[in-house]
């Protein structure tokens, strides 16, 4: 995903996309990151708990752990709810 | 369905349409710009009888055509990205999880963060095109205008006036109702990210940085 997003909305789009195992460039390609802030962000991950690493061979690679599915559930019930708010858009 | 989908879904085609609309009469616009810009420097077929006249027509419709060609860009970027969006959401087939609606939706946040200048000009180019394309229609409709101590005298031309004054009154319209809906628009959705700002905190506290 391109644009400008939050530092929450970039947390969200690494935590479900690393679901099923992802390496690091597999990341920072599909959350169009450079690889500097890449590392910022999957670091903190990390340290926090909501990511883990794992090591596939001779690849480490990075999995979201059970502690981000309340994040991911948070986020999106969040982000949903704006449309109950708010009044729409119409012609 | 996901009422919050069925909304979604509702407010990006109505965009989707209101960006179509925008495209055509941006593109009537430059057309007429310059269709009036060489009927002013020709003098065709308007015969007037002063020379600054003509000049007042070509400089307006000199700046239709400019209005024109930015509120064809403009909308032309905002209309890529809703675009790609409204596709994914009327594509046919399997049914959108939860996580898709919400990266659609960030994905439309991100979108109206990196337009929201664009939209923002794009209010107010059409408010003011408007206004000059009506300014044009009456101008080029004049067959003569004289000015004198007593009065200004004007003729019109019937054969010109009745169809030119539909056809940039149209143009007048649309580009006054699209300065309507983008500010109902973006309206909406800076309320949304207002909303988002404020919920921030409790994601920050999900995430454990309220600590300090």
New interface residues.
């Given amino acids: 995903m391109t644009g400008r997003r939050t530092v929450y909305e970039i947390y969200w789009e690494i935590l479900v996309y690393c679901k099923s195992p992802r390496s690091f460039t597999g990341i920072i390609n599909r959350c169009d990151l450079n690889s500097k802030t890449g590392q910022e962000y999957l670091e903190f991950l990390v340290a926090r708990g909501y990511l883990a690493l794992v090591t596939e061979g001779e690849k480490t690679v990075y999995h979201s752990t059970p502690a981000a599915a309340e994040y991911i559930g948070l986020f999106s019930s969040l982000y949903q709810k704006l449309f109950d708010a708010t009044p729409e858009f119409k012609l | 369905m996901?009422?919050?989908l069925n909304?979604?879904k509702?407010?990006i085609i109505?965009?989707y349409?209101?960006s179509i609309i925008n495209i055509v009469f941006a593109a009537l616009a430059i057309a007429f710009g310059i269709c009036y810009l060489i009927t002013a420097v020709l003098g065709l077929p308007l015969d007037l009888g002063i020379p600054e006249f003509r000049m007042f027509t070509g400089a307006v419709a000199m700046i239709c055509f400019g209005l024109g060609l930015s509120w064809f860009f403009s909308t032309i970027r905002v209309f890529e990205?809703i675009g790609t969006i409204k596709d994914i959401l009327c594509a046919s087939g399997e049914p959108i999880t939860?996580?898709g609606?919400?990266?659609l939706?960030?994905?439309m946040?991100?979108?109206y963060?990196?337009n929201r200048k664009t939209i923002g000009t794009m209010i107010l180019v059409s408010t003011i095109g408007g206004c000059f394309f009506f300014v044009l229609g009456i101008a080029t409709s004049l067959q003569a205008l004289s000015l004198s101590p007593s009065g200004i005298t004007f003729t019109l031309d019937n054969f010109l006036v009745i169809p030119a004054m539909f056809l940039i009154l149209g143009i007048a319209l649309a580009s006054l109702l699209s300065s309507y809906?983008f500010s109902?628009?973006a309206k909406?959705?800076d309320?949304?990210l207002h909303?988002?700002e404020e919920?921030?905190c409790?994601?920050?506290k999900?995430?454990?940085l309220d600590e300090a």
Avoid: M
Wanted: proline share 2%.
């Fill in positions: 996901n009422p919050a909304q979604f509702k407010e109505n965009f349409l209101v990205g939860e996580e609606i919400t990266c939706i960030v994905r946040l991100a979108h963060r990196d809906y109902k628009f909406v959705w309320r949304r909303e988002i919920s921030e409790a994601l920050k999900t995430l454990g």
